[in-house]
């Protein structure tokens, strides 16, 4: 018998270790761990995310013969009837059981790449093996490393940290960059507000990424790598930390991968939390050990990158998507999405919706799907007024938007933006000026200062916007922010600076009336 818990950041910050704890002790006290008798032995097992992390602690009891029966809102409290009436005695505890609607945000996600995530303890590398973990980079290393690109060029695999370049094309120009010494960089900076999904992919399966990023590693030739990943993530720094010395220890790193004559090695390296380093070249000149700003391109990272070597980044959930491209197969992978978007794409679905959590949804699912159908719709009676897609550098989709298929095709022509994957959900109570100076200041705060457009230009908008929303507008103020905000896009210097209007572009487009308001109604 085994004793699931979820101990991601959500299920430690709702009580998870005294739950863990309260189970641990009740076994013992109970003289029902090493009984000798298979079926009569209790343990627990920590895991990560599940995904519904409004309901934790979340934690599934597994009885030989039987499915998981999961139990919502764990406390330590709670668990002395867990064992008594379920355990012991075999009748599940009805009133605390997940019921219909915990079921219901699984029933359209397809979750591929968060399988194991909350079924895997992410800090055992025999548990990950035990999950079939490291067969797609076995598989990998018996495959010429031109077959491993175009297995996942032929996948359509498109980068997942927000741009969408295909992956495998993005690795071409690495490999064929000259140079004996090439690097690898996982970019795991996620720094958007709403945005949790690369924190929960390490924290629930490390050995997930540093697999995905082995087989990049052979297929493009890279020898070192870094995984980058923000110092505020201590949980997912402490779980990747013991999985890379356990994979060194078992051969999976090192001068001579698995006997391959391959070699790789990799290291974490702490980011301070600066959310432009999420910029690849500010991330290069981050792992530097320079300020993280970004550089002018060219020359670009895949010809001349991290110490002037050819490098290629990805993030962590394009690294993720790979053991499950290698073991399925590319013609498997595609046959999932759409025609330009392939695959699924992990969500962070948070604000006003019913279930909040991390979801995995095949491409071209529809915004209203997403919201009202995994997300269970708005809480209180709401109404739904707007979903921010792609954090601070996407947009604001609308009611007349909610058919809208998200792929990264689709958003941009509406207007937003596949970002990294962080969904807000607002109901009709939100002021979206208030929601755009929020992402704004944001961005301005976040402006690594290099460029005047950015540095002045947000700075300028700002202003704007604080002096709409404290009844001191002037007319004419809706239209200097969009002709600022079409300057700063064009002429500023990284994503960053391109993007940082687009929330205030989208709620003046969507919502001139709330602007108007502001401006007019208080004169
Ligand atoms: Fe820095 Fe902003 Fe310019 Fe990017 S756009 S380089 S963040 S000032």
């Given at each position: 018998?085994?004793?699931?818990?979820?101990?991601?950041?959500?299920?430690?910050?709702?009580?998870?270790?005294?739950?863990?704890?309260?189970?641990?002790?009740?076994?013992?006290?109970?003289?029902?761990?090493?009984?000798?008798?298979?079926?009569?032995?209790?343990?627990?097992?920590?895991?990560?995310?599940?995904?519904?992390?409004?309901?934790?602690?979340?934690?599934?009891?597994?009885?030989?013969?039987?499915?998981?029966?999961?139990?919502?809102?764990?406390?330590?409290?709670?668990?002395?009837?867990?064992?008594?009436?379920?355990?012991?005695?075999?009748?599940?505890?009805?009133?605390?059981?997940?019921?219909?609607?915990?079921?219901?945000?699984?029933?359209?996600?397809?979750?591929?790449?968060?399988?194991?995530?909350?079924?895997?303890?992410?800090?055992?590398?025999?548990?990950?093996?035990?999950?079939?973990?490291?067969?797609?980079?076995?598989?990998?290393?018996?495959?010429?490393?031109?077959?491993?690109?175009?297995?996942?060029?032929?996948?359509?695999?498109?980068?997942?940290?927000?741009?969408?370049?295909?992956?495998?094309?993005?690795?071409?120009?690495?490999?064929?960059?000259?140079?004996?010494?090439?690097?690898?960089?996982?970019?795991?900076?996620?720094?958007?507000?709403?945005?949790?999904?690369?924190?929960?992919?390490?924290?629930?399966?490390?050995?997930?990424?540093?697999?995905?990023?082995?087989?990049?590693?052979?297929?493009?030739?890279?020898?070192?790598?870094?995984?980058?990943?923000?110092?505020?993530?201590?949980?997912?720094?402490?779980?990747?930390?013991?999985?890379?010395?356990?994979?060194?220890?078992?051969?999976?790193?090192?001068?001579?991968?698995?006997?391959?004559?391959?070699?790789?090695?990799?290291?974490?390296?702490?980011?301070?939390?600066?959310?432009?380093?999420?910029?690849?070249?500010?991330?290069?000149?981050?792992?530097?050990?320079?300020?993280?700003?970004?550089?002018?391109?060219?020359?670009?990272?895949?010809?001349?990158?991290?110490?002037?070597?050819?490098?290629?980044?990805?993030?962590?959930?394009?690294?993720?998507?790979?053991?499950?491209?290698?073991?399925?197969?590319?013609?498997?992978?595609?046959?999932?999405?759409?025609?330009?978007?392939?695959?699924?794409?992990?969500?962070?679905?948070?604000?006003?919706?019913?279930?909040?959590?991390?979801?995995?949804?095949?491409?071209?699912?529809?915004?209203?799907?997403?919201?009202?159908?995994?997300?269970?719709?708005?809480?209180?009676?709401?109404?739904?007024?707007?979903?921010?897609?792609?954090?601070?550098?996407?947009?604001?989709?609308?009611?007349?938007?909610?058919?809208?298929?998200?792929?990264?095709?689709?958003?941009?022509?509406?207007?937003?933006?596949?970002?990294?994957?962080?969904?807000?959900?607002?109901?009709?109570?939100?002021?979206?000026?208030?929601?755009?100076?929020?992402?704004?200041?944001?961005?301005?705060?976040?402006?690594?200062?290099?460029?005047?457009?950015?540095?002045?230009?947000?700075?300028?908008?700002?202003?704007?916007?604080?002096?709409?929303?404290?009844?001191?507008?002037?007319?004419?103020?809706?239209?200097?922010?969009?002709?600022?905000?079409?300057?700063?896009?064009?002429?500023?210097?990284?994503?960053?600076?391109?993007?940082?209007?687009?929330?205030?572009?989208?709620?003046?487009?969507?919502?001139?009336?709330?602007?108007?308001?502001?401006?007019?109604k208080q004169k």
């Amino acid at each position: 018998i085994e004793v699931h818990v979820c101990m991601g950041t959500a299920g430690v910050a709702s009580g998870g270790d005294a739950v863990m704890a309260a189970l641990t002790g009740e076994f013992e006290k109970r003289g029902l761990t090493n009984t000798g008798v298979k079926e009569r032995n209790c343990k627990t097992k920590q895991t990560g995310c599940r995904g519904l992390c409004a309901r934790d602690v979340l934690i599934d009891v597994y009885i030989p013969g039987q499915g998981p029966i999961t139990y919502e809102h764990v406390t330590a409290e709670m668990v002395p009837t867990i064992v008594e009436e379920h355990i012991v005695g075999g009748e599940i505890v009805a009133k605390w059981a997940a019921k219909k609607d915990y079921f219901e945000f699984y029933d359209k996600q397809k979750r591929y790449v968060l399988n194991d995530c909350g079924k895997v303890d992410p800090d055992s590398l025999e548990d990950y093996i035990a999950h079939g973990g490291y067969d797609a980079l076995k598989k990998s290393l018996k495959m010429t490393s031109e077959e491993v690109i175009d297995e996942v060029k032929k996948s359509g695999l498109r980068g997942r940290g927000g741009g969408g370049f295909p992956t495998g094309l993005k690795w071409t120009f690495c490999r064929n960059s000259p140079g004996d010494l090439k690097y690898l960089i996982c970019n795991a900076d996620e720094g958007d507000p709403g945005a949790f999904m690369d924190r929960s992919i390490i924290e629930g399966n490390p050995h997930a990424v540093i697999e995905g990023m082995l087989i990049a590693a052979y297929a493009i030739g890279c020898k070192e790598g870094y995984i980058y990943c923000r110092a505020e993530y201590p949980l997912a720094i402490k779980r990747v930390k013991k999985a890379l010395v356990d994979a060194e220890k078992a051969g999976y790193l090192g001068d001579n991968v698995l006997g391959s004559g391959f070699e790789f090695h990799l290291k974490l390296k702490e980011g301070a939390g600066a959310f432009v380093c999420g910029e690849e070249t500010a991330l290069i000149a981050s792992i530097e050990g320079e300020r993280g700003m970004p550089r002018s391109r060219p020359p670009f990272p895949a010809v001349k990158g991290l110490w002037q070597k050819p490098s290629n980044v990805n993030n962590v959930e394009t690294f993720a998507n790979l053991p499950v491209i290698i073991l399925n197969g590319a013609e498997w992978y595609a046959n999932i999405g759409t025609e330009k978007s392939k695959g699924t794409k992990i969500f962070a679905l948070s604000g006003k919706v019913k279930s909040t959590g991390l979801i995995e949804v095949p491409m071209g699912i529809s915004v209203r799907e997403l919201i009202f159908e995994v997300g269970g719709g708005i809480p209180k009676k709401r109404k739904f007024k707007a979903v921010q897609l792609g954090g601070p550098s996407g947009g604001c989709l609308t009611e007349a938007h909610l058919d809208t298929r998200i792929d990264y095709d689709s958003l941009i022509a509406a207007g937003a933006m596949m970002g990294s994957g962080g969904v807000v959900v607002l109901d009709e109570t939100n002021c979206m000026v208030n929601v755009a100076q929020f992402f704004l200041t944001f961005t301005q705060r976040e402006s690594c200062g290099k460029c005047i457009p950015c540095r002045v230009g947000t700075k300028t908008m700002l202003d704007i916007l604080d002096r709409i929303t404290s009844g001191k507008g002037r007319e004419g103020d809706i239209e200097r922010l969009e002709s600022l905000a079409t300057d700063i896009k064009i002429s500023s210097l990284c994503g960053l600076g391109q993007t940082a209007p687009n929330p205030i572009l989208t709620t003046i487009r969507y919502f001139r009336d709330e602007y108007e308001a502001h401006i007019f109604k208080q004169k």
